[in-house]
């Protein structure tokens, strides 16, 4: 049987880093609090905390004083910060630069909504951390666009600006897009694309790597919106395509008679699982 592993597949840059400035304060500190999980990845979180990385809750975090707290990828709203200046928090910030970009581009924008009377509109998870971050921006309320239900929360007669979740789909951003211009009024609806590409540019080269395989396994944790972004490209070009979080999930009956099997991930899914993967299905 050939097995091969998608090289584009793993880590994306801002995942990357955070983990690589945990490790590193780790290394010398024995310990480091995550506000939140590092990564949406259960088995690379679970690695990090045999290393000393405790994940804490934003509740939590507002009780703490005199320690150092990571900051993931996914940014934080400016008040996560005030607290850190006047409780002695030292923030390791490892807010994604596409994020970080974003963060101070809803912030311009929503500023100039307010004197329009506009509307911020944010495609996005509602209580993602990234969007949870992006919210904390701005002064005016952002209404958030997960699903078609949504769109009755704008107003056709006011005018809109439109930002997107970087790791949303950029059929679904286009489609919303597309949607808001046909419904408005006002004539005014601003969009900008704000997904980001190291992302977006996954779905084509998956969409060639599913179709080259007669069984594909798509590895990533149950608490990402990427994996399930990515996965469903899979599906959608190879219905012999499965979605596991753990080795331990790869079930031996998925590849009888079968000569060529695919692996892929996440931007949040590690290399090493994915090898771990291919380790279990050479078992059988």
């Known amino acids: 049987m050939i097995i091969e592993i998608d090289r584009k597949s793993g880590f994306c840059f801002g995942v990357v880093n955070a983990i690589e400035k945990a490790e590193k304060i780790l290394e010398t500190d024995g310990s480091l609090y995550s ?18 990385l405790q994940t804490i809750t934003h509740q939590e975090y507002f009780n703490l004083k005199n320690c150092k707290v990571l900051i993931r990828a996914h940014g934080e709203p400016p008040t996560t910060y005030e607290y ?3 409780n002695n ?3 390791i910030d490892a807010t994604c630069p596409v994020v970080l970009k974003l963060q101070k581009r809803v912030k311009k924008v929503s500023e100039s909504m307010i004197q329009e009377n506009g509307q911020l509109v944010i495609f996005g998870h509602q209580n993602h951390a990234e969007v949870v971050g992006l919210v904390g921006q701005s002064e005016l309320e952002p209404i958030i666009i997960e ?13 809109v600006v439109v930002f997107s979740q970087t790791t949303k ?22 969009t900008h694309d704000t997904i980001c590409r190291q992302v977006s540019d996954r ?3 998956l969409q060639n790597f599913a179709v080259r395989f007669e069984r594909v396994l798509f590895v990533g944790g149950l608490r990402s919106s990427n994996a399930q972004v ?20 790869v079930q031996p009956g998925w590849f009888s008679g079968v000569e060529t099997v695919g692996i892929c991930g996440a931007t949040s899914t590690p290399q090493w699982l994915m090898e771990k993967v291919a380790d279990k299905i050479r078992q059988f």
């Open 169 to 190: 789909s950029v059929e679904g951003f286009r489609n919303l897009a597309q949607k808001l211009k046909e419904q408005s009024v006002a004539g005014k609806v601003e």
């Open 84 to 86: 850190a200046d006047k």
């Open 35 to 52: 506000l939140g999980q590092l990564v949406h990845n259960e088995l690379e979180v679970k690695r990090l905390q045999e290393l000393g």
């Open 230 to 249: 990515l996965f469903d490209v899979c599906k959608k070009q190879n219905e012999q395509s499965y979605f596991v979080s753990t080795p331990d999930e």
């Open 89 to 91: 928090i030292t923030l």
């Open 147 to 159: 699903r078609p239900e949504d769109y009755q929360k704008i107003d056709p007669e006011r005018s």
């Open 203 to 205: 779905v084509p080269h």
